[in-house]
């Protein structure tokens, strides 16, 4: 082999070698970057994870902001226009009064009379009444012997008592009882009758201004009106309460129930 070519083939195994050690060098940075970029990847996806998880909650956030100040604005409406939904049944929807429905409700209930308590009607021989009024006995009762009325000018029986009084003078329930009728008579004037109970009534004469009507229950004591101007039966006599006692028709002297 001459000399040249000996130099050729060392310069061609040179440049192999050369080749062959830069393809090594390659080969070995591209391996050593290889789990950089792994690496770098895989924290991108965890980045993007991340971010993705981040964004899901602040939506979620939001949304539930926007369901509650929808709610809120449910109920402000609900309230403005006077229902709400109840509870047990969403579909129910229950009124609710304004503030000027419940004034006026409230009005309502305290113009109205509270309900009478029903007293007990049970009146017997031995129960004991009070005086209707506080007065002189201008005319007894008497049914056994006749007695002089000096309007009338005249004698007769007495089925009740006269109790004198003043004009307006408040009249009151002797005993508890229930209002049998509510008559006007000649002779007594305005005149109210009371079932006492058993076969008991009691008979109040020359009233006015009633404060209780026919079948209404009445409390002993209670005012049942006021003493009115007499008759002309009782003209000289003057204003009094006429006041008698029935027993299953049969007239009673009040006198024997009264302290």
């Known amino acids: 082999m001459s ?27 591209g391996n050593d970057g290889t789990p950089n970029e792994k690496e770098l990847v895989q924290k991108e996806d965890f980045t993007d994870e991340t971010e993705v998880r981040e964004q899901k909650k602040n939506e979620e956030a939001e949304e539930g902001k926007e369901d509650i100040q929808e709610e809120t604005q449910n109920v402000t409406t609900s309230q403005v226009e006077g229902t709400r939904t ?30 009478a308590v029903q007293p007990e009607i049970n009146f017997t021989e031995s129960s004991l009444m009070q005086w209707p009024v506080e007065g ?27 109790v004198s009084s003043e004009v307006n003078t408040p009249v009151a329930a002797a005993a508890n009882g229930k209002v ?51 008759t002309k039966y009782y003209a000289k006599e003057g204003a ?11 007239s009673l002297d009040p006198l024997q129930y009264l302290p």
Do not use: W
């Open 3 to 29: 000399k040249r070519n000996k130099i050729r083939v060392a310069l061609g195994s040179l440049l192999t070698l050369v080749i062959v050690a830069a393809c090594v060098t390659v080969y070995q940075s």
């Open 86 to 115: 109840t509870e047990e049944n969403p579909e129910v929807q229950e009124e609710v009064p304004t503030e000027a429905e419940s004034q006026e409700i409230e009005e309502t209930i305290a113009d109205q009379p509270l309900a």
């Open 136 to 162: 002189q006995i201008v005319l007894d009762y008497d049914m056994d012997h006749t007695i002089y009325f000096p309007t009338l000018n005249v004698y007769k029986y007495s089925p009740a008592i006269a």
């Open 180 to 230: 049998l009728s509510i008559t006007n008579n000649e002779e007594t004037g305005l005149t109210m009758t009371m079932d006492l109970g058993n076969g008991y009534q009691a008979i109040y004469g020359q009233l006015k201004d009633l404060t209780f009507q026919t079948d209404d229950y009445v409390e002993a004591g209670t005012a049942i009106g006021y003493v009115s101007e007499p």
């Open 240 to 250: 009094n309460l006429y006041f008698a006692m029935k027993k299953d028709g049969t």
